[in-house]
């Protein structure tokens, strides 16, 4: 039967662009956050992460910005190439605790 | 790169029977992990295990589940009468310290009741 689940929402770039994908988290606890990549049928894979004593960290290609004061997190990935295409997941965790809260995902679309 | 591994890759149960999902975490990390993510929609904290119990676990994990470190590798999540609705991807994670970083996933297991 028909599976029902949530809408992701979609950002389609040309490759080259740069791409900017948003997270909204909700409790202001959260001290530690992570972004993963999942492809079609595989697990998530860690790019980034960053603590909330910080509000920027960069990686190759990738940048997180933290704004814990509107609970926001964004992850740039510059030069974006098709093999960037995929659901983008950010996730996460209280100090007090163990679990991830994964956010509901973007799917990126890289066009050549 | 060390990875986390799962198997099977694959499975189909009827409903009602048990399933032991498997997985190798990765050597020198302490902290286990179980998630699930039903088609569709995000992936969903199960259970956190160190030194051998269950750290934290969510309101999903209820009295059918159950995680089990049986030797020094493997670490195994147990659904002991499954339902259609435990259909979903079980993802297995690891982590070298309490809180990351990372969390390194595995490939999951699709598990399918019928």
């Known amino acids: 039967g028909e599976s029902v689940g949530l809408h992701l929402p979609t950002l389609s770039v040309q490759e080259g662009d740069n791409s900017i994908i948003n997270c909204a988290y909700s409790n202001s606890a959260s001290d530690y956050f992570i972004w993963y990549k999942q492809e079609s049928g595989k697990g998530p894979q860690f790019i980034i992460d960053i603590r909330s004593n910080m509000d920027k960290r960069q990686g190759q290609r990738v940048t997180v910005l933290l704004n814990k004061t509107v609970k926001h997190l964004s992850l740039q990935i510059a030069a974006t190439q098709p093999g960037d295409s995929a659901v983008y997941f950010c996730?996460?965790?209280?100090?007090?605790?163990?679990?991830?809260?994964f956010g509901k995902g973007t799917s990126l679309l890289v066009t050549p | 790169e060390p990875e986390v591994t799962q198997t099977p890759s694959h499975q189909v149960t009827q409903m009602g029977q048990e399933v032991i999902l498997r997985c190798v975490p990765i050597?020198?990390?302490?902290?286990f992990y179980w998630y699930r993510q039903i088609l569709g929609q995000k992936v969903e904290f199960l259970v956190s295990f160190y030194n051998n119990e269950i750290s934290e676990k969510s309101e999903i994990f209820d009295d059918q589940f159950s995680v089990e470190r049986p030797d020094g590798s493997n670490f195994t999540l147990k659904i002991r009468s499954t339902k259609l609705e435990d259909s979903a991807m079980y993802f297995c994670?690891?982590?070298?310290?309490?809180?990351?970083?990372?969390?390194?996933f595995g490939s999951g297991t699709r598990l399918t009741v019928v």
């Open positions: 994670a690891s982590s070298e310290m309490d809180r990351g970083p990372g969390y390194t």
């Open positions: 996730a996460e965790n209280v100090n007090s605790g163990y679990a991830l809260n």
């Open positions: 050597s020198n990390h302490l902290y």
